[in-house]
């Protein structure tokens, strides 16, 4: 999968798609695995989430770098990538949720510069949910170290009108995200146990019972991440959700 990422799609347009697709398999690959590695120990767990990561990343850097062609990295291999641009179908700031959670796991200052330095409104499009491009603008303020108190509250209040209108989605969790810019290590435990449980209830309901994203829940475990590793909060919280080897990691994976 690695060597593919380098062959191009049919069109030029199409390779952050392809490679945030590539992305989104090793995502899958690593909730297979916790499946029987619910502590996240297996090196191939590790793997998975390493190489998510730099697939994720990589789209939206051939999206965003100027010129013909980007030096990309990814499972060990550097080289040149074809540029493209943002197709907002294929980038959202939905996805850009998920390549930040996997920076925030896996470690990498790197792939964190590189996404907090993507303006929430080029992500902005019909393919993109209010709510996503509020909690982008929310996250982004805070891991910048710039005032998040005003986006952080407009984020909240977009994620209860999206809720309340399609109850049946899951929704950026937002009041977690809160106590981490309130600073609130037992306020953040606290909306930890809820963000677990409402993650438990979406996926023991209806169609998604048999969803392979129910295993871990992979923003809930990036903040939990940020919160241990960063800002030395103890996490009390015990729970199958939270594959704890990888939560009490120290350095990139």
């Known amino acids: 999968m690695v060597e593919n990422a380098w062959t191009p799609p049919a069109s030029r347009k199409r390779i952050p798609h392809s490679l945030a697709w590539d992305g989104w398999k090793q995502v899958l690959r ?17 793997e998975a989430l390493e190489l998510a990561s730099e697939f994720y990343a990589a789209a939206f850097r051939t999206a965003t770098a100027p010129g013909e062609t980007v030096e990309i990295t990814i499972g060990g291999r550097t ?20 390549a930040i959670a996997l920076a925030l796991i896996t470690g990498s200052e790197e792939r964190r510069g590189l996404l907090l330095g993507i303006d ?9 949910a209010p709510a996503h491009h509020a909690f982008h603008v929310a996250l982004r303020a805070y891991l910048r170290d710039e005032p998040a108190r005003p986006a952080m509250d407009r984020a909240l209040a977009a994620v209860r009108n999206a809720a309340a209108a399609q109850p049946s989605t899951l929704w950026p969790f937002t009041v977690l995200l809160s106590q981490l810019v309130a600073g609130d290590r037992d306020g953040f435990v606290a909306a930890l146990v809820d963000a677990l ?16 994203s129910k295993q871990v829940p992979i923003d809930i475990l990036a903040l939990t991440c940020h919160a241990h590793r960063e800002l030395g909060w103890e996490i009390p919280v015990v729970s199958g959700y939270l594959p704890a080897a990888i939560v009490s990691m120290e350095h990139e994976i």
């Open 120 to 128: 929430p409104d080029a992500l902005a499009s019909e393919w993109c």
């Open 30 to 46: 690593f909730q297979f695995r916790a499946e029987s590695d619910p502590q996240g120990r297996d090196p191939r767990s590790r």
């Open 79 to 98: 080289a040149p990538m074809t540029t493209s641009s943002i197709e907002p179908e294929d980038l959202s700031n939905y996805e850009w949720h998920h």
């Open 197 to 212: 449980e409402e993650f438990r209830e979406h996926y023991t309901a209806g169609d998604e019972q048999d969803s392979v």
